[in-house]
């Protein structure tokens, strides 16, 4: 089945930096979607991104399908933006598959 | 945010008693998705819906079923708990193939 995979596994940076998180899939893909995972444990829905590149606010993802990666960008890092990134990609039998996630700690 | 509730939010259960968890949405989407998340594993998907009483199976199916009798209602079931089914439980609903929403978990300890 496909093999989803995020890098780095973790992070740390100073608050108001940047960061790049990586997503690679294996084959290809129907839908991508990225995901925030809070320290009290909620997800939250960032982006659905099978191609292309979208926009909200201080994050931003980028999907290249024909390449099997999507990256998501997060400017001016702020404490509340701490937790674990999950990409997740939906096969085409219509499987979910979660990445195992990067998590991110910004210090204050 | 979408209206999903999970229950119980918390369990603690013995080895091989039945376990039942609920999802419950008030969206009316079709899609709803039962997941369990452990350390080391990320989010694994173990049944999913495509509709009233259409199920299919995910990745890490063994040991649960589900039922769908209500557009709103997911249910999950442990036919015989064990430990390796420790886990935090989530519940996801979209309204295609698209974006999820989770609810709010249910964390399961079986002793």
């Known amino acids: 089945g496909i093999q989803v995979e995020q890098s780095p596994p973790d992070l740390i940076l100073q608050e108001g930096a940047n960061s790049t998180l990586r997503c690679n899939f294996s084959?290809?893909?129907?839908?991508l979607q990225w995901f925030h995972q809070n320290p009290w444990g909620q997800l939250i829905n960032l982006f659905y991104?099978?191609?292309g590149t979208k926009q909200n606010g201080r994050l931003s993802a980028t999907t290249v399908a024909t390449e099997r990666y999507s990256l998501l960008y997060i400017s001016s890092s702020q404490t509340t933006d701490s937790g674990v990134y999950f990409c997740a990609a939906m096969n085409r039998d219509d499987k979910i598959i979660f990445g195992k996630g990067t998590r991110l700690h910004i210090l204050p | 945010d979408a209206g999903i509730t999970q229950s119980p939010r918390h369990k603690v259960t013995e080895t091989g008693t039945p376990v039942t968890l609920r999802c419950h949405q008030t969206?009316?989407?079709?899609?709803m998705y039962w997941y369990r998340q452990d350390p080391g594993h990320g989010l694994r998907l173990i049944h999913y819906s495509y509709g009233v009483k259409d199920t299919d199976k995910g990745e890490v199916s063994d040991g649960y079923s589900v039922s769908r009798s209500k557009t709103e209602d997911f249910l999950l079931t442990l036919e015989s708990a064990t430990s390796s089914q420790t886990s935090v439980y989530f519940c996801a609903i979209s309204e295609s193939r698209g974006t999820q929403y989770f609810g709010p978990g249910t964390r399961l300890l079986v002793l």
């Open positions: 969206e009316n989407h079709r899609y």
């Open positions: 084959d290809s893909v129907n839908n």
């Open positions: 991104i099978p191609s």
